[in-house]
């Protein structure tokens, strides 16, 4: 009997070990729809947060941060149905994304990850104007002060002096008939008193005496 060689029926011939590299590594390269979801997922992520950072929430950033959370929501399933794994840690990663989301939402990070970058801006303008009137003062005094139409990276329509503070209203407004924008509120949002055109406002507290606040009128 002679001996098998490489070339004889049945037997193949053994792979170089970079082959064998190359097959493990093309195995485990992720398919190129999955990459494309991944990326789509993100930004759906992003747009969805920035919709939802506006003090306020007018109606049109609002409406996109809709549709941008849906998206982002089944790209997020079908991302994690999609990995190497058992259910359970496929679960597991599932209910880590639900609880990130759900802390950052609860925390008003979208709104505070907006104001930051500007919140240097606003305290110059704060602090050119004149101290806010102490609690308990005329309501809707004349602002003294600054009141830029850009400040930072916001758009503001006018600002107005109230007891315990002062108020920059953004220009986007919140939804179709109410206020919104950021107040300087060195005593706190508690000590700001309802008017005819100033009424049931809400108050999300960014950084410091600054907060974000929405009104009817």
Avoid: K, N
Avoid at 58 to 72: D, K, R, T
Avoid at 140 to 148: D, L, S, Y
Avoid at 210 to 217: L, N, P, R
């Amino acid at each position: 009997m002679h001996a098998l060689r490489p070339d004889d029926v049945g037997v193949m011939p053994r792979r170089s070990r970079p082959d064998r590299l190359a097959g493990v590594t093309s195995a485990r390269r992720p398919p190129t729809w999955l990459a494309g979801l991944r990326a789509t997922t993100v930004v759906a992520g992003a747009v969805a947060a920035w919709g939802f950072s506006f003090p306020g929430q007018p109606v049109l950033p609002v409406l996109l941060a809709l549709v941008a959370s849906v998206v982002a929501a089944v790209g997020a399933v079908v991302w994690v149905g999609s990995l190497p794994r058992s259910r359970r840690h496929r679960l597991g990663v599932g209910l880590v994304l639900v609880a990130v989301v759900g802390l950052a939402a609860a925390a008003e990070l979208p709104a505070r990850a907006r104001f930051l970058p500007s919140a240097p801006v606003f305290s110059l303008v704060a602090g050119l104007s004149d101290r806010p009137p102490a609690p308990g003062t005329v309501f809707g005094a004349e602002h003294r002060g600054p009141c830029p139409a850009v400040v930072g990276l916001e758009l503001v329509s006018h600002c107005v002096t109230v007891p315990g503070g002062l108020l920059l209203f953004d220009h986007a407004g919140s939804a179709l008939f109410d206020d919104a924008g950021w107040a300087y509120l060195p005593w706190g949002p508690d000590v700001v008193v309802e008017e005819g055109w100033f009424e049931r406002p809400e108050f999300i507290h960014l950084v410091g005496d600054w907060y974000a606040f929405s009104s009817s009128w």
